[in-house]
Nanobody, 121 residues
Framework: QFVESGGGLVQPGGSLRLSCEAS????????IAWFRQAPGKEREGVLC????????DLADFVKGRFSISRDNARNTVFLQMNSLKPEDTAVYYC????????????????WGQGTQVTVSS
């Protein structure tokens, strides 16, 4: 089971740090990705991180603004989001896969319930 947290309302240009904590299994062997889904749009990949800490951008919009990290001892993955824009408004999900990082939602075995991020003045 995953539990995401850290979402909320933030003004444009602000920052948020999302957390994804696993319980009942170890994240160490999994690639963990963050996805997001805005109203009326398909779920899209954001960033992915391997068990060893290698990261993969799953979209161009993350460059220079978003980063992903993990703390295996805490069984938690983080998504740091800076310089947020209104178009970043979405429900953010974390997901786990045993195969290499991908933006294909079908390749992920476990999903969290999502956390809402709203960027608005």
């Amino acid at each position: 089971q995953f539990v995401e947290s850290g979402g909320g309302l933030v003004q444009p240009g602000g920052s948020l740090r999302l957390s994804c904590e696993a319980s009942g299994f170890s994240l160490n062997d999994y690639r963990i990705a963050w996805f997001r889904q805005a109203p009326g749009k398909e779920r899209e990949g954001v960033l992915c991180i391997s068990g060893g800490g290698a990261t993969t951008d799953l979209a161009d919009f993350v460059k220079g603004r978003f980063s992903i990290s993990r703390d295996n001892a805490r069984n938690t993955v983080f998504l740091q989001m800076n310089s947020l824009k209104p178009e970043d408004t979405a429900v953010y999900y974390c997901a786990a896969s045993l195969i290499p990082c991908s933006g294909n939602v079908r390749l992920y075995d476990y999903w969290g319930q999502g956390t809402q991020v709203t960027v608005s003045s």
